[in-house]
């Protein structure tokens, strides 16, 4: 399975497997990454994240820091709407032993220049690592292309799997006998049914395995990796594309004169394939939309409401209804009769 999302990253199948959550393989590659910086040069002790990142990656890195002492985090302030690549090329120094993003903004959509980025660090030699999760399937990757060294993803957002679908990691092989698992369990053992009392890391990218993979999950994500490879990433971001650029032109038309903001690049090539519209009341029209007009978007504070086009299946129909749903909510004002009070899941 991890082979067949190595197709549509840009992976080698010798490169990726599927473990664990998104979170838990972050800390496992973060850990690992810095344990190489440690040994080979303990002069680099800055991590570079930004302040656009999905929060958990930053509890994560500040998890992993508070255990192995010694670094500090940077957050890099950018903006993603536009030049937050730039941004981070211009903050990564000397010091700098890893670059840690994600690839596709969570709120904004922006997308980083993957291969430009990467290139800095190294030239810096820093590592580079990336969360694909809203890239996966969303967009084209082109890890090796860009010479990526780390990177982790889900698969229940644009790779179909549902919510709790098992994740993804991928170490590039020049490395892979160079880094450890921190958390060592018997799949990432050398002959794991030989009960052996001592750990020996598997050779290759098996070591980052940890315990028992979740094999009903597994078994579900399979078809909509195989419909991903079957349409060809190539054609779905074509589609994506004219499908965000026809929500814009709607937002423009129709949205932007009820106090829609466009919270996403207006660049196609730095956007993925969600769009955020920003709005004052946006949890209470979300919470609308939801309830009352069978459109389900996300709010993301402050004021985002997070519209994802999956091409594999969304009509131009479908973006068009959305927005008619979004302009009647407001222009009935349909939001008031909804509370954001107590509301625990946006
Ligand atoms: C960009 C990104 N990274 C990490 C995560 C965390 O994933 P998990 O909760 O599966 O560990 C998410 C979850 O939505 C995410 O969007």
């Known amino acids: 399975m991890g082979a067949k999302i190595g197709r549509i990253i840009g992976a080698q199948p010798q490169e990726i497997v599927i473990a664990d959550s998104t979170s838990v393989n972050l800390f496992k590659l973060v850990t690992a990454a810095l344990r190489l910086q440690q040994a080979n040069w303990p002069d680099k002790t800055v991590i570079i994240t930004d302040n656009g990142n999905f929060p958990s990656d930053i509890y994560i890195l500040q998890g992993a820091l508070d255990l192995l002492g010694g670094f500090t985090l940077k957050i890099v302030p950018v903006d993603l709407l536009v030049g937050a690549t730039e ?12 670059v840690a993003l994600s690839h596709t903004a969570f709120k904004s959509g922006y997308v980083y220049d993957m291969a430009q980025v990467t290139a800095a660090a190294h ?14 399937g969303a967009i084209p990757v082109d890890l090796n292309g860009a010479s990526a060294d780390f990177a982790v ?5 644009y790779v179909n799997g549902g919510p709790g679908a098992p994740a993804f990691l991928f170490v590039r092989e020049a490395l892979h006998e160079r880094v450890r698992n921190p958390v060592s369990g018997w799949f990432g053992q050398q002959e794991m049914f030989a009960f052996d009392l001592d750990y020996a890391p598997a050779a290759g990218i098996g070591r ?12 579900a994500i399979e078809p909509g990796i195989d419909l991903l490879l079957e349409a ?24 932007a004169p009820l106090g829609f903001t466009l919270n996403s690049p207006v660049d196609a090539t730095r956007r993925g394939s969600h769009v955020s519209l920003g709005h004052a009341e946006a949890l209470r029209i979300d919470l609308a939309l939801i309830e009352a007009m069978n459109v389900l978007p996300d709010f993301r504070a402050p004021d985002n409401l997070r519209l994802g086009i999956a091409p594999l ?8 209804q959305a927005v008619l749903r979004m302009k009647r909510v407001v222009d009935e004002r349909l939001y008031e009769s909804f509370s954001a009070e107590g509301i625990a899941v946006t």
């Not at 060809?232 to 971001?237: E, G, I, K, T, V």
Request: charged residues 15%; proline residues 3%.
């Open 123 to 136: 030239a810096a030699g820093a590592l580079a690592l990336w969360d694909l999760s809203h890239s996966v």
């Open 313 to 320: 299946y969304t009509s131009f129909g479908d973006v068009y």
């Open 153 to 157: 993803g889900c698969t229940y957002k």
């Open 208 to 219: 980052f395995l940890t315990g028992t993979p979740p094999l009903l999950s597994l078994a």
């Open 232 to 255: 060809d990433m190539s054609r779905l971001r074509a589609k994506s594309v004219q499908q965000t650029e026809f929500l814009i032109a709607l937002w423009r038309d129709l949205l």
């Open 87 to 98: 941004a981070i090329v211009a903050a990564i120094d000397e010091r700098t032993a890893l």
